[in-house]
């Protein structure tokens, strides 16, 4: 059996085939081929999470399980999440590897908001900006700052002196100049928005906005918590990773479904459809887009697929 250390599948996974191999898989019709159950939530006594993430793609072919634990409160390290892939031979289903999966699910995400600001941004748009100071922050900035299409990068996390100490980080390890800025010039100054928090409620006044804004919300992942306003999700033409995902786990869409804000056809499209060009993300330049990812498992089969695929065999 394969077995991959976080430091390890660091190493291993280039950046640009994560992309590469996830933009391909979008603009593919993976309805027909892949089995991808809705993924199981399990609270764990102390109010920790745990979320398994089982999937299975004839087209690689290949099956997975992708376990998370979310812990309630920090660890020594600070870490709250923790996750694990698990890749099975797709006949028999015995694991066939095992890999650390933190880094990789930090590189998919980011990934995935690339692509969905490629066909959903408009072409001008120059200013980043990301909430949160996290590791989906760093990896989200990482991967943006490879393109030369913005030439500002601001962070806003929850402190100031959590978005300075980040910015100098950046700085210091990854020769990035990033401006830490309040909340209301990061949502009022960006092009591009992406949220990165744990925060449940939103994190900006979406009235700040302005027209023509695309958003990438990747933090809020269960049905009671959420990034951004009633305002913006009203404001916006709404894109999703997973139909079946998002109308059962994100609030940041269920929370103003509830309230009349929105309906099921607010949703335009899941971004299969936009990649595939079955649908129209982006119609108008003034037009703010919102591209909600909550995560499935075929992302990380993809990639985890993409890792075991080039190591020699016994």
């Known amino acids: 059996m394969l077995i991959l250390s976080e430091e390890q599948v660091r190493e291993r996974l280039s950046i640009d085939e994560v992309v590469s191999s996830l933009e391909k898989m979008f603009g593919r019709d993976y309805g027909k081929t892949a089995n991808i159950p809705l993924r199981t939530t399990m609270q764990a006594f102390g109010g920790s999470t745990c979320l398994v993430m089982p999937c299975s793609d004839s087209a ?14 920090g660890t020594s390290n600070g870490d709250r999440v923790h996750a694990d892939c698990f890749l099975l031979e797709p006949e028999s289903l015995k694991v066939c590897a095992m890999l650390s999966a933190n880094y990789l699910t930090e590189v998919r995400t980011a990934a995935v908001s690339a692509i969905a600001t490629r066909v959903l941004a408009r072409p ?11 590791r989906q922050a760093l990896a989200h900035l990482l991967l943006f700052s490879r393109s030369q299409q913005f030439e500002r ?19 210091d390890h990854h020769g990035l100049h990033v401006e830490p800025v309040e909340a209301a010039v990061c949502a009022q100054e960006s092009d591009v928005i992406c949220t990165c928090t744990t925060s449940s409620v939103p994190v900006f006044d979406g009235k700040l906005i302005r027209e023509g804004t695309h958003l990438n919300l990747v933090g809020a992942f269960q049905p009671d918590t959420r990034e951004v306003d009633d305002v913006v999700v009203g404001r916006s033409r709404i894109v999703v990773d997973s ?13 103003p479904l509830s309230r009349g804000i929105i309906t099921n056809d607010s949703i335009v499209a899941d971004l299969h459809e936009i990649v595939s060009h079955k649908a129209v993300g982006r119609s108008d330049p ?9 995560g499935f498992a075929l992302e990380d089969l993809v990639v985890a697929f993409l890792l075991y695929e080039r190591e020699p065999k016994n």
């Open 153 to 171: 990068l601001l962070v806003c996390g929850s402190q100031a002196s959590r978005s300075e100490n980040f910015a100098e980080l950046l700085a």
């Open 124 to 134: 001008d748009s120059r200013t980043l900006g990301v909430f949160g100071t996290g």
């Open 243 to 255: 139909y079946e995902g998002a109308l059962s786990e994100a609030g940041d869409l269920l929370i």
């Open 60 to 73: 690689l072919p290949a099956a997975g399980l992708k376990v998370v634990t979310v812990r309630n409160g």
């Open 286 to 294: 003034a037009d703010i887009t919102l591209f909600k990812s909550v």
